[in-house]
């Protein structure tokens, strides 16, 4: 059983195996992503925030995922294309992941088991319509520790461990002070 994210091996965008331990000391945002979403412009400011804390030991992991309204079409270079032309991201981008299910990520598996999740922000514009949306669906969609959508992050301190999760409604100054704080 794993203890912390450096028990994990992942596939990059081009198939080969990393190991997560490779990051060891370094505070990391893993996030699962895709090019065709509302919140596709958060890519803007993930890059920022690698931009500006990357030599203080922030990494960025993005995990595009197509489970959410299948937002993350195409092949992994079509979507790197697509990220670096749009938003100029310099992080590292992985293979294409399911994060729920039973083909879902042993990463994300882990990562849901550490933080599960506390609901959206309902003051921001999308966060009042998944929250409608999937209430639709499953009325108890908020008790189980399931990726809702596209853009969830989790925050992993230096030593592994996951120590917050964002959802996607999160204002990036939330997520910029926390990481703050693990720096």
């Known amino acids: 059983m794993a203890q912390n994210v450096y028990d994990f091996t992942v596939k990059d965008r081009r198939g080969n195996d990393v190991s997560l331990s490779e990051y060891k000391g370094k505070v990391l945002l893993i996030v699962n992503t895709a090019t065709r979403c509302g919140f ?13 804390y990357k030599d203080r030991g922030l990494e960025i992991l993005d995990f595009p995922c197509n489970q959410f309204g299948q937002q993350a079409p195409g092949t992994e270079e079509e979507i790197h294309q697509f990220c670096t032309l749009n938003y100029g991201t310099e992080f590292p981008q992985f293979r294409k992941i399911d994060v729920n299910g039973e083909n879902a990520s042993p990463l994300f598996t882990h990562l849901k088991s550490k933080k599960g999740f506390k609901g959206f922000d309902k003051d921001h514009k999308i966060g009042a319509l998944l929250d409608e949306m999937l209430s639709k669906a499953d009325p108890h969609y908020a008790d189980n520790p399931d990726i809702k959508w596209n853009f969830t992050k989790f925050l992993i301190d230096r030593e592994g461990n996951v120590v917050e999760r964002f959802e996607p409604t999160t204002d990036c100054q939330v997520i910029e002070e926390a990481i703050n704080k693990f720096l």
Do not use: F
Request: a negative charge; aromatic letters at 16%.
């Open 40 to 52: 596709t412009p958060q890519y803007e400011e993930l890059e920022a925030l690698y931009k500006n």
